[in-house]
């Protein structure tokens, strides 16, 4: 009998957990007798509104019994063509060769040889021959504009 002494104080505890739940649940059963039963005079308000709401329903769901989709006729409107647009042809590029790039030792302007529609023309950047502008130059291509249209153009 080594633990006499926590029986001791645990049998005080668990008689009064049981003596809470006795209590508890007596009660619970003593106010539901003494429960007073008011009537409310509380009606909860009705919202009116002058709008109505519409919808419609296409009830357009196959038929069960006959298998067959019921298709309300629909009126048909005229259609009108509209206006032709006016079709602009795009004026062919020139045939534009790009033949080699010469550099300057004293300064560091580039020329190029250009050969527009068989002309062989030398041009720097920003140089314009029959409408087709030179942009840029590199070692193995050029850009050209032509009619706010560029291309490049490769060795």
Same mark, same amino acid.
């Given at each position: 009998m080594?633990?006499?002494?926590?029986?001791?104080? %645990?049998?005080?505890?668990? !008689? /009064?957990?049981?003596?809470?739940v006795?209590? +508890? %649940? %007596?009660?619970?059963?003593?106010?539901?007798?003494?429960?007073?039963?008011?009537?409310s005079? &509380?009606?909860?308000p009705?919202? %009116?509104?002058?709008? #109505?709401?519409? &919808? @419609?329903?296409t009830?357009?769901?196959r038929?069960?019994?006959? *298998?067959?989709?019921?298709?309300?006729a629909?009126?048909k409107?005229?259609?009108?063509a509209p206006?032709?647009?006016?079709v602009?042809?795009?004026?062919?590029w020139?045939?534009v060769?790009? /033949? *080699? !790039?010469?550099? @300057?030792?004293?300064?560091?302007?580039?020329?190029? #040889?250009? @050969?527009?529609? *068989?002309?062989?023309? &030398? #041009?720097?950047? *920003?140089? !314009?021959?029959?409408?087709v502008?030179l942009?840029k130059?590199y070692?193995?291509?050029i850009?050209?504009?032509? $009619?706010?249209e560029? $291309?490049? !153009?490769? +060795?």
């Amino acid at each position: 009998m080594k633990n006499k002494k926590t029986v001791y104080l %645990v049998l005080p505890v668990v !008689v /009064g957990l049981w003596a809470l739940v006795i209590y +508890k %649940v %007596v009660n619970i059963y003593s106010a539901s007798e003494k429960a007073v039963v008011s009537t409310s005079s &509380f009606v909860p308000p009705v919202f %009116v509104s002058n709008t #109505m709401d519409t &919808f @419609s329903i296409t009830a357009n769901y196959r038929d069960p019994f006959l *298998g067959k989709t019921e298709v309300p006729a629909v009126k048909k409107t005229p259609v009108v063509a509209p206006p032709p647009k006016k079709v602009i042809e795009p004026t062919p590029w020139p045939a534009v060769t790009y /033949g *080699g !790039v010469i550099k @300057s030792r004293k300064s560091n302007e580039q020329l190029c #040889m250009v @050969s527009i529609n *068989g002309q062989t023309n &030398f #041009m720097k950047e *920003g140089d !314009v021959i029959s409408d087709v502008l030179l942009k840029k130059i590199y070692k193995d291509s050029i850009d050209v504009v032509f $009619r706010k249209e560029k $291309r490049v !153009v490769r +060795k």
